[in-house]
C-alpha cells in the first residue's frame, strides 16, 4: 500500500480482556516496528522485525505483551489480559533497513491505534 | 542510555511568531538526530534530520542545527503559520547499525491567528 496501514484507529476494552492490533506495513519494507505512545510520554519502543530474523523484543513491557510478523508483511500486536496501564497510542512503522540512510529517510509511521481499557 | 529532553508543552503563539523548540539529548557515538511531526488526525512525519555535528536539517520553513559540544537539536523557525499547529517529537537513532529511534516527549504547539 500507499502507506502504513493500521487497524483500528480506535479500541475500547475492558479490563482483563485481550486485543489484537494490526499494522500493514509499505510494500517491500522488511523492517517493522511497534512503538507505544502514552498520555505525557515520548513514544516507546515495543518491538523490531526484520525479515526472517529473530525479532528484538527488548522494549516489550511484560510478558502480556506479544507480536508476530506473517509472511514478513503484516502484524499483529496482541496485550493479553489488559490493564488499564496498556491505555495508549500504538505506533507501527516499517522501513528498508540496510542502509542507515534508508532507515533515517525511510521509516514511515502509521496514524496508530488508540487503546483505552476501561 | 540513550535519551532525549525536549521543553515540556504546550506552546501557543501568535501567526508569524517566532519559535524554538528545545532538545537536548545523551547518546553513545555519533547519533542521527531528528525532528518529526504530528499533525492532529495523522501519522508522525519526519520534518528534517541531521546526521553528523555542525549539520543543519531543514524544511518547511523549520531549522535544527547539530550541536554535539552542548548536546542539542533546538528546532527554530522564524514566522509560525496556522497550520504548523502539531506536536513536535525530537528523537535520536543511536549511530551505525541501530534502528530504534529514541523519542522526547513530544511539544504541543498551537498557532493562533
Known amino acids: 500500500g500507499a502507506g502504513v496501514s493500521q487497524s483500528p484507529s480506535n479500541k475500547v476494552t475492558e479490563k482483563g480482556k485481550d486485543v489484537e492490533l494490526r499494522c500493514d506495513p509499505i510494500?517491500?519494507?522488511?523492517?517493522l516496528y511497534w512503538y507505544r505512545q502514552s498520555l505525557g510520554q515520548g513514544l516507546e519502543f515495543l518491538i523490531y522485525?526484520?525479515?526472517?530474523?529473530?525479532?528484538?523484543k527488548s522494549g516489550l513491557p511484560s510478558d502480556r505483551f506479544s507480536a508476530e510478523r506473517t509472511g514478513g508483511s503484516v502484524s499483529t500486536l496482541t496485550i493479553q489480559r489488559t490493564q488499564q496501564e496498556d491505555s495508549a497510542v500504538y505506533l507501527c512503522?516499517?522501513?528498508?533497513?540496510?542502509?542507515?540512510?534508508?532507515?533515517?529517510?525511510?521509516?514511515?509511521f502509521g496514524s496508530g491505534t488508540r487503546l483505552t481499557v476501561v | 542510555g540513550d535519551s532525549v529532553t525536549q521543553m515540556e508543552g504546550p506552546v501557543t503563539l501568535s501567526e508569524e511568531a517566532f519559535l524554538t523548540i528545545n532538545c537536548t539529548y545523551t547518546?553513545?557515538?555519533?547519533?542521527?538526530l531528528f525532528w518529526y511531526v504530528q499533525y492532529p488526525g495523522e501519522g508522525l512525519q519526519l520534518l528534517l534530520k541531521?546526521?553528523?555535528?555542525?549539520d543543519k536539517g531543514s524544511n518547511k520553513g523549520f531549522e535544527a542545527t547539530y550541536r554535539k559540544e552542548t548536546t542539542s537539536f533546538h528546532l527554530e523557525k522564524g514566522s509560525v503559520q496556522v497550520s504548523d499547529s502539531a506536536v513536535y517529537f525530537c528523537?535520536?537513532?543511536?549511530?551505525?547499525?541501530?534502528?530504534?529511534?529514541?523519542f522526547g516527549k513530544g511539544t504541543k504547539l498551537s498557532v493562533i491567528p
Open positions: 522485525f526484520q525479515g526472517n530474523s529473530a525479532p528484538d
Open positions: 512503522a516499517s522501513s528498508f533497513p540496510r542502509t542507515a540512510r534508508e532507515i533515517d529517510y525511510g521509516y514511515t
Open positions: 510494500s517491500g519494507h522488511t523492517a
Open positions: 541531521a546526521t553528523k555535528a555542525d
Open positions: 547518546a553513545t557515538g555519533y547519533p542521527s
Open positions: 528523537a535520536l537513532r543511536s549511530g551505525a547499525g541501530s534502528y530504534q529511534l529514541t
